[in-house]
Nanobody, 123 residues
């Protein structure tokens, strides 16, 4: 079993940056693909970014491509989401998730989820 804990959320002005972290428990972290999803107010949860177990494969939603960067440090059992040029529409609760499948944007492919961290972008 994997436990995931997100951190790094907060309030930022439009155009600003935040870096989210997701710390994972367990010795098998390096076996998992990792993903970030978000759920805005009144919206369904949506895919943001994903990274393969080795870090060499990354995948982004079109809405964040060029602004967000996903990375991981397997030695620290941590995955990161660097968010730049933030927009008010990026306001959401951000969740990290782990998957034994290959890199995917599909929520059903993810086995474990964190509790989420709130990101609020003011205009």
């Amino acid at each position: 079993q994997v436990q995931l804990v997100e951190s790094g959320g907060g309030l930022v002005q439009a155009g600003g940056s935040l870096r989210l972290s997701c710390a994972a428990s367990g010795r098998t972290f390096s076996m998992y693909a990792m993903g970030w999803f978000r759920q805005g107010p009144g919206k369904e949860r949506e895919f943001v970014a994903a990274i393969g177990w080795s870090g060499s494969g990354t995948y982004y939603a079109d809405s964040v491509k060029g602004r967000f960067t996903i990375s991981r440090d397997n030695a620290k059992n941590t995955v990161y989401l660097q968010m730049n040029s933030l927009k008010p529409e990026d306001t959401a609760v951000y969740y990290c998730a782990s998957s034994l499948h290959s890199v995917s944007s599909r929520m059903r492919n993810y086995d474990y989820w964190g509790q989420g961290t709130q990101v609020t972008v003011s205009s």
